[in-house]
């Protein structure tokens, strides 16, 4: 006879799930085929299905997809910001082992002295807190602009990740086009550098469309955009008194 009870928690079952913990009320004894032909291959076809999803939403609907989290719905999507990890790093990683590596440097300074070489290293160093900066910058940015949203500022680095995953994937896949192709689809990876640059203006946009006029939405995201330039403007230079001190 079948135990009415969750296997994990002892919690009457009424479900298909555990209202106590949250299990699956089916959960039974492992055996090797189960766990090869359900729990293993579900795991993994759950887990690619929530990065697709959630890849997908942060390229064509990032506003909107936040907005989705933020009101609950969450299951389906992957976490935002490993998901952004994971995108950084494969960033980081095609651009150290492109042919143009080496040159590097030399073409970010034409006469590299010993400060700048200084700070170019402390950059490829800390790119990653560098660039995860953009989060909290953004965040800050709409919290202050966009009140009438109603949303307290973790709200706001939810809306700020979703865009700023939906950057690095285009920046992924600019670097991709650029080393593969190069110089066939230089162009092309240009183009990709400024829709980079346009996220945050489409996140905004799909958040604040329904409590804004499109006037009001065009002057906010102007001086949003003057902020953040100021913004990193004041991070590198801190970030360069801190280096060379």
Not at 204 to 222: A, D, E
Not at 225 to 244: A, Q, R, S
Request: with cysteine; aromatic share 14%.
């Amino acid at each position: 006879m079948q135990d009415h009870k969750c296997l994990n928690c002892g919690t009457p079952l009424g479900g298909k799930y555990c209202s106590g913990c949250g299990q699956k009320s089916d959960t039974h004894r492992l055996t090797l085929k189960h766990f090869l032909t359900h729990e293993l291959l579900h795991g993994v076809w759950h887990l690619e299905k929530g990065i697709i999803l959630t890849v997908k939403a942060a390229l064509m609907r990032p506003g909107y997809a936040a907005l989705d989290y933020i009101a609950g719905k969450r299951v389906k999507y992957y976490n935002v910001f490993y998901l952004m990890l994971l995108v950084l790093a494969a960033i980081i990683f095609t651009i150290n082992h492109s042919s143009g590596t080496e040159s590097f440097d030399k073409e970010l300074i034409e006469d590299p002295d010993e400060i700048a070489e200084k700070f170019i290293t402390a950059i490829k160093y800390y790119i990653k807190p560098l660039l995860f900066t953009l989060v909290p910058l953004l965040a800050i940015n709409s919290f202050i602009l966009y009140r009438k949203l109603k949303l307290n500022f973790l709200e706001h680095i939810i809306v700020s990740g979703f865009t700023v995953l939906g950057m690095f994937i285009v920046a992924l896949l600019s670097a991709i086009l650029s080393i593969k192709y190069y110089p066939v689809t230089d162009s092309i990876s240009s183009v990709l550098g400024w829709v980079v640059l346009l996220f945050p203006a489409l996140s905004q946009y799909q958040v604040s469309k329904s409590k804004y006029t499109l006037f009001g939405f065009g002057w906010r995201l102007i001086i949003s955009f003057i902020m953040f330039v100021i913004e990193i403007f004041i991070i590198l230079f801190l970030f360069g008194v801190y280096v060379i001190s």
